[in-house]
């Protein structure tokens, strides 16, 4: 079983910027990519960022290009989103995921709110 667990998230003004975490423990696991996704109240959960673990090759919805930023360290089988230029758009769940060849695993949420 893998466990993934974030941090970070919070309330910050329009403009503001956060780092996102997540960490992957648990049984030996070979992670293909992982990423994150979110949520809005009301709203279908949608993504938003995806790193391959290996390559370090990253992906991004549109809504975000230019103002959130994807990495990894893979020593400390963690995964980050730098958001910066928050909208209070941006309001929602952010969860992180892991893929495996064999499964796929969610983070806990972490909220992130951002006002006016």
């Known amino acids: 079983q893998v466990q993934l667990v974030q941090s970070g998230g919070g309330l910050v003004l329009a403009g503001g910027s956060l780092t996102l975490s997540c960490a992957a423990s648990g049984r030996t696991f070979s992670p293909v990519d992982m990423g994150w996704f979110r949520q809005a109240p009301g709203m279908e959960r949608e993504f938003v960022a995806t790193?391959?673990?290996?390559?370090?090759?990253?992906s991004y919805a549109d809504s975000v290009k230019g103002r959130f930023t994807i990495s990894r360290d893979i020593a400390k089988n963690t995964v980050y989103l730098q958001v910066n230029g928050l909208k209070p758009e941006d309001t929602a769940l952010y969860y992180c995921?892991?893929?495996?060849?064999?499964?796929?695993?969610w983070g806990q949420g972490t909220q992130v709110t951002v006002s006016a």
């Open positions: 995921y892991l893929d495996t060849p064999r499964k796929h695993y």
């Open positions: 790193i391959n673990w290996s390559a370090g090759t990253t």
